[in-house]
């Protein structure tokens, strides 16, 4: 991961890591666990930065960051939130307002939250979202 990675997203934070500036912000490591979690669960598939789906300040959450997979439609979002407990409410609003045409599901870890999303008619990234969901949750 690259913490000065423009796809890393903070909410309201004056400093974020993609911002230029040369110091860091308290919300570095919890943005670089994500993905480490993230990329654990991806295995050797190639992803590339993306916005984070729904937006940061949209779900209230401090900081976050979106990859996309370059070989399916598949798509994730991780957030950074005050607590397990607002994380929890967020990935419970979330499933239950999957976008048309999308499958979509989500998994808290500490104040982590993961959301991915692909084409409803994406069989294969079934598969994938139900290991991606597993690893990041400590499951694997």
Not at 84 to 93: I, P
Request: proline fraction near 7%.
């Amino acid at each position: 991961m690259n913490p000065n990675d423009p796809s890393l997203r903070q909410g309201e934070a004056s400093s974020s890591p993609g911002s230029g500036s040369n110091q860091p912000s308290p919300l570095d490591p919890f943005l670089r666990r994500g993905e480490a979690l993230l990329r654990h669960g991806a295995g050797s598939a190639e992803l590339s930065p993306a916005d984070p789906a729904p937006a940061v300040q949209d779900l209230g959450a401090q900081a976050g960051f979106g990859r996309a997979w370059t070989s399916n439609s598949m798509r994730a979002s991780v957030y950074v939130f005050n607590s397990y407990k607002e994380a929890r409410v967020a990935e419970d609003w979330l499933k239950a307002h999957v976008p048309n045409g999308l499958q979509g599901d989500g998994t808290v870890n500490g104040d982590l939250l993961v959301w991915v999303t692909a084409d409803a008619t994406d069989a294969a990234a079934r598969a994938v979202i139900g290991d991606l969901i597993g690893a990041f949750a400590g499951e694997e």
